[in-house]
């Protein structure tokens, strides 16, 4: 469910409740018009800057309605006091304000570039990454299209958790790249998925060779010495 659909939805049961979003991934994924949730009910917004921004790790935003900011203040008071929200949270001690002043740059670096073009590029990659692997391990892809921005969710072509944790390990490694892998709680017999990220400085190649090297370790002997743990996913 959309988020402005979901707080209406919330405010309309109970109009005192407060809605809070968690968008950490949505900064620089998908279109955010802080705006629009406004109106629809949202009191509080948190996203951060270092995953899809391409601004450093510690980078982020709370946004607060206007109807909400009475109730929100400081743990450390600004030196320009409490005048307004704003300026409450302006300087709060001498910390290294170096991540935050780096977003300006880090906008100035999406705009070049444009902000639809890298969210169209990004989605465009990441389903034609899911038709590929999904293809290439005879396996699901776990949403459409439609419900796809950046990220894809593939089921890995085993399972076998000593064989999906090989693949987590192996990776980093000896190839240099990172994937996640998890299994869906209570999946009989297991069910192993990768979530792969789509940017602008991969294409389809990348993930060519990700859905190769998979291949490649699942048909290999097992290596000794890892066990797969389980991630709190429901299915």
């Known amino acids: 469910v959309p988020v402005a659909r979901m707080a209406r939805m919330l405010k309309a049961r109970a109009p005192a409740l407060h809605v809070v979003v968690d968008g950490a991934h949505a900064l620089g994924q998908i279109p955010l018009d802080v705006g629009e949730l406004e109106a629809a009910g949202v009191d509080y917004y948190i996203a951060n800057g270092h995953k899809w921004l391409y601004s450093p790790k510690g980078t982020g935003f709370l946004w607060v309605s206007r109807r909400s900011q009475d109730g929100i203040v400081p743990t450390v008071i600004s030196s320009e006091g409490l005048r307004t929200f704003v300026l409450g949270f302006l300087y709060t001690g001498t910390r290294d304000y170096t991540a935050f002043c780096s977003m300006g740059a880090a906008l100035g670096y999406r705009g070049g570039l444009g902000d639809a073009a890298i969210m169209a590029y990004m989605h465009q990659l990441a389903t034609a990454a899911g038709k590929l692997l999904s293809g290439m391990w005879r396996r699901r892809v776990v949403a459409p299209d439609g419900m796809?921005?950046?990220?894809?969710?593939?089921?890995?072509?085993?399972?076998?958790?000593?064989?999906?944790?090989?693949?987590?390990?192996?990776?980093?490694?000896?190839?240099?790249?990172?994937?996640?892998?998890?299994?869906?709680?209570?999946?009989?017999?297991?069910?192993?998925?990768?979530?792969?990220?789509?940017?602008?400085?991969?294409?389809?190649?990348?993930?060519?060779?990700?859905?190769?090297?998979?291949?490649?370790?699942?048909?290999?002997?097992?290596?000794?010495?890892?066990?797969?743990?389980?991630?709190?996913?429901?299915p």
């Not at 958790?161 to 892998?181: C, L, N, Q, Y």
């Open 148 to 234: 796809v921005a950046a990220m894809v969710d593939i089921e890995l072509p085993t399972s076998d958790g000593d064989k999906a944790a090989e693949i987590a390990a192996r990776f980093p490694s000896e190839h240099g790249m990172f994937i996640v892998v998890y299994q869906l709680k209570n999946s009989q017999p297991p069910q192993y998925w990768t979530r792969l990220s789509a940017q602008i400085y991969l294409e389809l190649s990348d993930f060519e060779r990700v859905g190769q090297l998979v291949l490649e370790i699942i048909a290999q002997p097992a290596a000794k010495g890892l066990a797969f743990e389980p991630v709190d996913i429901k």
